[in-house]
């Protein structure tokens, strides 16, 4: 399951060196240079968003976009909505930065957005459409929705 990108995060909650945060425009991030690998993130997820690196990601060097960070060993990861993609597009001036995934969706399943932005299509189909979060009783208030289920 991936990262419900939630208004109170429970990880970064618990993160004891702040390595877990949330960034200005929402999106729940790790510093992995800040990360000491305790998982206490991974206990903490109501949505077991996280997975943990055992090994050394370095091995497959070759099949490696420069472009992307590497990942570490000894440190949990998760879906961070590609922030390198969007963060290097906002730079270039790009209106509407989407992650990888949302590009490439056959089925156009996958919308991203604003959700502060009330004319931005992600904000419409909230508004618009049944659409529930995944344990929404937790008080974490989880960022993505899901519609039409």
Same mark, same amino acid.
């Given at each position: 399951?991936? #990262?419900?990108? #939630?208004?109170?995060? $429970?990880?970064?909650?618990? #993160?004891?060196? !702040?390595?877990?945060? !949330?960034?200005?425009?929402?999106?729940? %991030?790790?510093?992995?240079?800040?990360?000491?690998? /305790?998982?206490?993130?991974?206990? $903490?997820?109501?949505?077991? $968003?996280?997975?943990? &690196?055992?090994?050394?990601?370095?091995?497959?060097?070759?099949?490696?976009?420069?472009?992307?960070?590497?990942?570490?060993?000894?440190?949990?990861?998760? /879906?961070?909505? #590609?922030?390198?993609?969007?963060?290097?597009?906002? /730079?270039?001036? %790009?209106?509407?930065?989407?992650?990888? /995934?949302?590009?490439?969706?056959?089925?156009? $399943?996958?919308?991203?957005?604003?959700?502060?932005?009330?004319?931005?299509?992600?904000? !419409?189909?909230? !508004?618009?459409?049944?659409? %529930?979060?995944?344990?929404?009783?937790?008080? &974490?208030?989880?960022?993505?929705?899901?519609?039409?289920?």
């Amino acid at each position: 399951l991936m #990262c419900q990108e #939630c208004e109170h995060p $429970a990880c970064v909650e618990v #993160c004891p060196t !702040k390595a877990s945060y !949330k960034r200005p425009d929402g999106i729940v %991030v790790i510093d992995l240079h800040r990360c000491i690998g /305790c998982r206490y993130c991974m206990v $903490a997820c109501p949505f077991n $968003a996280r997975t943990f &690196t055992f090994k050394d990601p370095l091995e497959h060097l070759e099949k490696i976009n420069p472009e992307v960070p590497i990942r570490k060993d000894g440190v949990p990861m998760k /879906c961070e909505f #590609c922030r390198w993609l969007i963060d290097m597009e906002r /730079c270039e001036g %790009v209106k509407n930065p989407k992650p990888v /995934c949302v590009q490439v969706c056959p089925y156009n $399943a996958l919308v991203f957005g604003n959700l502060k932005d009330p004319n931005s299509e992600v904000s !419409k189909i909230v !508004k618009t459409s049944k659409v %529930v979060r995944l344990r929404a009783g937790l008080g &974490t208030e989880p960022k993505v929705f899901y519609h039409d289920l």
